[in-house]
């Protein structure tokens, strides 16, 4: 399994970032990540002016505008503004506490 990722995986990630080296296998993750190095952040949100590398992360953040929370546990009916918190929270026992999450 190891080597399957090692050989198949690596070759599906063609694009390289020409600053660190990084792979992706889409072009457009490459525009994206670039920014991480030159801190162009051209995505705006119109309520509080915070701005964002990717489009992806400013609908992300706009939740925090709106109070939508689309994620919800089947087991406990909570609710998560991102489908990676509620992930976490599927891998917490039964009865653990409150997630360590700031949604």
Known sequence: MVRHKRV???????HKCPT???SFKK???VRNHLR???G???FQCS???KTFASQANLMRHHLTHTGER?????VCQKRFTQSSN???HRLLPAGAGPLPIHD
Do not use: A, N, S
Not at 8 to 14: A, Y
Not at 70 to 74: I, K
């Open 40 to 42: 162009e952040r051209p």
């Open 70 to 74: 689309p994620y919800q546990c089947d």
């Open 36 to 38: 991480t190095h030159t």
């Open 47 to 49: 309520e509080c002016g």
């Open 8 to 14: 198949v995986h690596v070759l599906e990630r063609k």
């Open 86 to 88: 509620l992930q976490q």
């Open 20 to 22: 660190c080296g990084k």
């Open 27 to 29: 072009l457009v993750h």
